[in-house]
């Protein structure tokens, strides 16, 4: 099954200069039939004007992962801080709780993607690390629980992996129980459909299904296990 989401078909949520697109309920946006995929409860795509951000607020018991695909994201926090861009990703355990914050750094502005994943176990230590992501031919694999991403998790069988697509070229998603792929830039063809920057598909039990780049693109995929939700 491949279920499609169109960037514009998301909830929107405006507030002090930011804009953000959620692919699930989040906040005062509440759809019962679409409060996660497995263990991924949190996808949204951030846009932060010069000054603006999200001051101190508390997490707890989540994986939350930021990708930043343009600008910087200056990162506060009481277990580790730190300002990413492009081609680089952070990841903060929140655990049995942390209190942090995200702000625009710089001029420009800063477009980033963060994902919620829920942990295999509450009330872990919190944590926090950065790092580089070089994307090469294939796919990269930026987090995963196995020790093998730039990233580790907390949640067993969950990764998150990479791409930059050329027009033409051919690429086979992960193998995997449940697939959440994200276009951040350019576009693609998945299974005769295509998908935009901002577009969306989820997928199960499809995995080895094949990218084909219609131009310059990168993207992003969510291996998650097979759990319902």
Same mark, same amino acid.
């Given at each position: 099954?491949?279920d499609y #989401?169109?960037?514009?078909?998301?909830?929107? &949520?405006?507030? %002090?200069g930011?804009?953000t697109? =959620?692919?699930f309920?989040?906040?005062s #946006? /509440?759809?019962p039939q679409?409060? +996660?995929?497995?263990n991924?409860?949190?996808?949204?795509d951030?846009?932060l004007?010069? $000054? &603006?951000? /999200?001051?101190?607020?508390p #997490?707890?018991?989540?994986?939350?992962?930021?990708?930043?695909?343009? $600008?910087?994201?200056?990162?506060t926090?009481?277990?580790?801080? +730190?300002?990413?861009?492009p $081609?680089e990703?952070q990841?903060l355990?929140?655990?049995?709780?942390?209190?942090?914050?995200e702000?625009?750094?710089?001029?420009?502005? &800063?477009?980033?993607?963060q994902?919620w994943v829920r @942990?295999?176990t509450?009330?872990?230590?919190p944590? /926090?690390c950065?790092?580089e992501?070089?994307l090469?031919?294939g796919?990269?694999?930026v987090a995963?629980?196995a $020790?093998?991403g730039?990233l580790?998790l907390a949640a067993? +069988?969950?990764s998150? =992996?990479a791409?930059d697509?050329?027009a033409g070229?051919r690429l086979a998603? @992960?193998?995997a129980a449940r697939?959440h792929?994200?276009?951040?830039? +350019?576009e693609?063809?998945?299974? %005769?459909?295509?998908?935009?920057?901002?577009d969306?598909?989820?997928?199960v039990? %499809?995995g080895?299904r094949?990218?084909?780049?219609e131009a310059r693109?990168?993207v992003l995929?969510w291996?998650l296990p097979?759990?319902?939700g």
């Amino acid at each position: 099954m491949i279920d499609y #989401h169109s960037a514009g078909a998301r909830f929107v &949520t405006r507030a %002090e200069g930011r804009t953000t697109r =959620h692919s699930f309920s989040f906040g005062s #946006h /509440y759809d019962p039939q679409n409060v +996660g995929f497995a263990n991924l409860v949190a996808h949204n795509d951030e846009r932060l004007p010069h $000054g &603006t951000g /999200y001051p101190d607020h508390p #997490h707890s018991d989540l994986e939350i992962v930021t990708w930043v695909l343009c $600008g910087a994201l200056r990162h506060t926090s009481t277990v580790g801080s +730190g300002v990413i861009g492009p $081609g680089e990703v952070q990841r903060l355990s929140a655990g049995s709780g942390v209190v942090h914050s995200e702000m625009a750094d710089g001029d420009a502005e &800063t477009r980033f993607l963060q994902a919620w994943v829920r @942990p295999d176990t509450a009330g872990l230590d919190p944590d /926090y690390c950065a790092g580089e992501v070089g994307l090469g031919a294939g796919w990269t694999c930026v987090a995963d629980s196995a $020790g093998s991403g730039v990233l580790s998790l907390a949640a067993r +069988g969950t990764s998150l =992996h990479a791409a930059d697509l050329d027009a033409g070229e051919r690429l086979a998603l @992960p193998d995997a129980a449940r697939l959440h792929v994200f276009v951040a830039a +350019g576009e693609v063809m998945l299974a %005769e459909r295509r998908l935009q920057d901002g577009d969306a598909a989820r997928l199960v039990d %499809e995995g080895g299904r094949v990218l084909v780049g219609e131009a310059r693109a990168q993207v992003l995929v969510w291996a998650l296990p097979d759990v319902r939700g």
